[in-house]
C-alpha cells in the first residue's frame, strides 16, 4: 500500500497552461516536500512545507500543504517546457517514524512548445 | 562543491555475488538514507541513518545490509543478490536527523542476472 497518493500520474499540457499536482494520505506527516527529478539523475528539492495551510511561492511554482498536514498540491502557473520532469512529493515521519520519508509514485509532466 | 556521491553508477552481476554500492557525502549531514526506485512504485526507503552507528530500517530492508561507522559514509551490501534487487539506487543525505531536505547522489542502476 502507497502511503502518499499522487495524482495525475501522468500530465501532458501546452506551454503557457496551469496545472495542480495533488498528493494525499490519511497519515499526518511533520512536514512535506517536493522534489523534481530529471532523466539520470537524482532528485533534488524543491520546497519543504512544515505548517498545516502554510503556501509557499517558487517562481511560478505554488505550494500548499493541508490544514491537517495530511495532504499537499503543487500549482504550476503558466507552464513552460523547462518544467517537465518528475514531480514527486514526500512526508516526513513523525514520533515513532521519524526519519522515515514515504513517497509517492510521482507525477511526469511533460510540457510542450 | 558540496554533494553526495555514489560508486558504481552502473553494475550489472549474476545472482549470488556479494556487491557493496559506496555513498559518501562531504556535508557533514548527520542523517543519510538509501532508497530504491522502481517503475510504478517510485521511491522506497530501505535503510536511514540518523547519526553515526545508527541504522533502522525502511519500507524494503529484506536482502539488504548498512553500516555507518564514520559520518560520512553510508555503504549499502548485497550479501546474496538476486534478480528483484535489480533496480535504480539512490543515496541521500540530510543536515538535520529527522531527513527533512534531503540531497541525493546520482543513482547506482543495478542489474542482477
Known amino acids: 500500500t502507497q502511503l502518499l497518493e499522487q495524482s495525475p500520474q501522468f500530465l501532458s499540457i501546452q506551454e503557457g497552461e496551469n496545472l495542480t499536482v495533488y498528493c494525499n494520505s490519511s497519515s499526518v506527516f511533520s512536514s512535506l516536500q517536493w522534489y523534481r527529478q530529471e532523466p539520470g539523475e537524482g532528485p533534488v528539492l524543491l520546497v519543504t512545507?512544515?505548517?498545516?495551510?502554510e503556501v509557499k511561492k517558487l517562481k511560478r511554482l505554488t505550494f500548499q500543504f493541508g490544514d491537517a498536514r495530511k495532504d499537499s498540491s503543487l500549482h504550476i502557473t503558466a507552464a513552460q517546457p523547462g518544467d517537465t520532469g518528475l514531480y514527486l512529493c514526500?512526508?516526513?515521519?513523525?514520533?515513532?517514524?521519524?526519519?522515515?520519508?514515504?513517497f509517492g509514485r510521482g507525477t511526469q509532466l511533460t510540457v510542450w512548445p | 562543491e558540496a554533494q553526495v556521491t555514489q560508486n558504481p553508477r552502473y553494475l550489472i552481476t549474476v545472482t549470488g555475488k556479494k556487491l557493496t554500492v559506496t555513498c559518501s557525502q562531504n556535508m557533514n549531514h548527520e542523517y543519510m538514507s538509501w532508497y530504491r526506485q522502481d517503475p510504478g512504485l517510485g521511491l522506497r526507503q530501505i535503510y536511514y541513518s540518523m547519526n553515526v552507528e545508527v541504522t533502522d530500517k525502511g519500507d524494503v530492508p529484506e536482502g539488504y545490509k548498512v553500516s555507518r561507522k564514520e559520518k560520512r559514509n553510508f555503504p549499502l551490501i548485497l550479501e546474496s543478490p538476486s534478480p528483484n534487487q535489480t533496480s535504480l539506487y539512490f543515496c541521500?543525505?540530510?543536515?538535520?536527523?529527522?531527513?527533512?531536505?534531503?540531497?541525493f547522489g546520482p543513482g547506482t542502476r543495478l542489474t542482477v542476472t
Open positions: 512545507v512544515v505548517t498545516g495551510g
Open positions: 514526500a512526508g516526513v515521519g513523525r514520533g515513532s517514524t521519524l526519519g522515515r520519508l514515504y
Open positions: 541521500a543525505s540530510s543536515f538535520g536527523t529527522s531527513g527533512v531536505e534531503q540531497y
